[in-house]
């Protein structure tokens, strides 16, 4: 928060921080402090109903399950895996599933992301063979 505010008092433009923000007091100290717009998109992708909810007084916080890993960068991978997984929930018209299993949710998108190049691949072979 410290660095938001030492950017917010240069910059010329409005300035937003992000990560890891999953309470409304945490999110009302980051605006108190004089940053202009916080950034809460995981909490969302768990609960889409989190603005309501702090509205009506509930103390919602969601949360991810916490990935302890030791391969920082794979489990920086797992995690945004984990919130894709509750996006793609979401634009199915399902519940969102904060317990999901980090590991299940990377290999899922590993193996979404595969599908998808195939298909690119061969959409590409069509266009410049067909």
């Known amino acids: 928060m410290e660095f938001a505010r030492d950017i917010r008092a240069v910059a010329k433009m409005p300035v937003m921080l992000t990560g890891g923000i999953r309470s409304q007091p945490v999110a009302e100290q980051v605006v108190r402090s004089g940053v202009d717009t916080v950034g809460i998109g995981t909490a969302l992708a768990i609960n889409p109903n989190l603005p ?26 797992a995690n945004m895996a984990a919130v894709k997984f509750q996006l793609r929930k979401l634009s199915r018209g399902k519940a969102t599933n904060p317990r999901v299993s980090p590991l299940r949710a990377l290999i899922l998108q590993q193996a979404s992301d595969a ?10 072979t069509q266009r410049i063979h067909g």
Request: hydrophobic share 40%; with cysteine; net charge positive.
């Open 115 to 124: 599908c998808r190049v195939r298909q690119y691949r061969q959409w590409m």
């Open 52 to 77: 309501r909810d702090w509205l009506s007084g509930k103390d919602s916080a969601p949360a991810l399950m916490p990935i302890r890993w030791k391969n920082k960068p794979l489990a920086s991978l």
